[in-house]
Nanobody, 118 residues
Framework: QVQLAESGGGSVQAGGSLRLSCAAG????????LAWFRKTPGKEREWVGY???????GYADSVKGRFTISKDDVKNALYLQMNSLKPEDSAIYYC????????????WGQGTQVTVSS
């Protein structure tokens, strides 16, 4: 069974950094697309960015230049390095995997909370 497990969340002051990890097992080598999403109460789930087709990475405009996605096929992990954090980045962050297309995510982690204080 495919399992995704996020870690690395926590509380940080504005301007600080956090690095989220998503452990995916060997499964990570066979998926087409891996992505990060975030969810804040009362708001729609927001796509943060993805890595697909081995080396293509994309970001939402709201995080571009501050967040960096990377993938480690040896450690079977996806990462989200978050710098220059803002209070509006506070959310539960989820990693997700798509088997065939980046528009349809088949597997989700349980999420990790990120809180940024001003």
């Amino acid at each position: 069974q495919v399992q995704l497990a996020e870690s690395g969340g926590g509380s940080v002051q504005a301007g600080g950094s956090l690095r989220l990890s998503c452990a995916a097992g060997e499964f990570i080598r066979s998926v087409y697309c891996l992505a990060w999403f975030r969810k804040t109460p009362g708001k729609e789930r927001e796509w943060v960015g993805y890595a697909y087709n081995y080396d293509t990475i994309g970001y939402a405009d709201s995080v571009k230049g501050r967040f960096t996605i990377s993938k480690d096929d040896v450690k079977n992990a996806l990462y989200l390095q978050m710098n220059s954090l803002k209070p509006e980045d506070s959310a539960i962050y989820y990693c997700a995997a798509a088997t065939f297309h980046c528009n349809v995510y088949d597997y989700w982690g349980q999420g990790t909370q990120v809180t940024v204080s001003s």
